[in-house]
């Protein structure tokens, strides 16, 4: 009879939870088991552009990618300019500066590029120049600011550890001698690292 009546509770309760969970098939008869419900996902087919939008804002906001981005812009125009310069009236495929900007464009991210590219001396010294230099910058600040907005969060203390250092303050008369010199070790890494980073905004 307690059996049975066990039985009616649990499924009084599984009616009254049935909305947030889900039988799972059990491993012995008259067990009762069950799991969350997981919501269904949705197939994005579209990317979503608000969210990407605001990803990028908050790159640009905690990393230089926008000086970075006009520097490789303006050596881009530069150095398109100066091919321009030297083809000009001599290759028949660089016969304007747009399509000097195009080969460029193409020399900097490895995309390929037509030939025969630039028949002066001066024009493939600076080709060559600008392909090297370009590539390497084009990749370097995707790389580079990628790599500082990531790894930004782990250059501050954490939220645990302060919270730790917080909490051993408040129980210095229970610490060993050694509990005490790790924590005044941690706490004075973490001062010293935030005095650096104050005195390297206020000289900047």
Excluded: C
Excluded at 37 to 51: C, D, G, H, M, Q
Excluded at 79 to 106: I, M, N, P
Excluded at 114 to 136: C, E, Q, S
């Amino acid at each position: 009879m307690a059996h049975k009546a066990n039985q009616q509770e649990v499924s009084v309760e599984v009616k009254e939870g049935e909305e947030l969970f889900e039988r799972v098939r059990p491993l012995r008869p008259g067990d009762v088991i069950l799991r969350r419900k997981r919501p269904r996902r949705k197939l994005r087919v579209l990317p979503n552009i608000p969210a990407m939008v605001m990803f990028l804002k908050d790159v640009s906001a905690r990393t230089p990618l926008i000086p970075l981005l006009l520097s490789l812009v303006g050596l881009w125009l530069l150095f398109s300019f100066g091919l321009y310069l030297a083809e000009r009236g001599v290759s028949e495929q660089l016969t304007s500066y747009g399509d000097a900007l195009w080969w460029s464009f193409g020399a900097m991210h490895t995309m390929g590029v037509n030939n025969p590219g630039p028949v002066t001396v001066v024009g493939r010294v600076i080709g060559g120049i600008w392909g090297i230099m370009g590539t390497v910058i084009f990749f370097g600040v995707i790389i580079g600011v990628f790599y500082a907005y990531f790894m930004r969060p782990r250059q501050r203390p954490s939220r645990e550890l302060i919270s730790a250092m917080q909490y051993n303050l408040g129980e210095l008369e229970d610490l060993s001698a050694s509990e005490l010199e790790a924590l005044r070790d941690a706490t004075t890494r973490v001062i010293d690292a935030q005095i650096s980073k104050l005195k390297e905004k206020s000289s900047s």
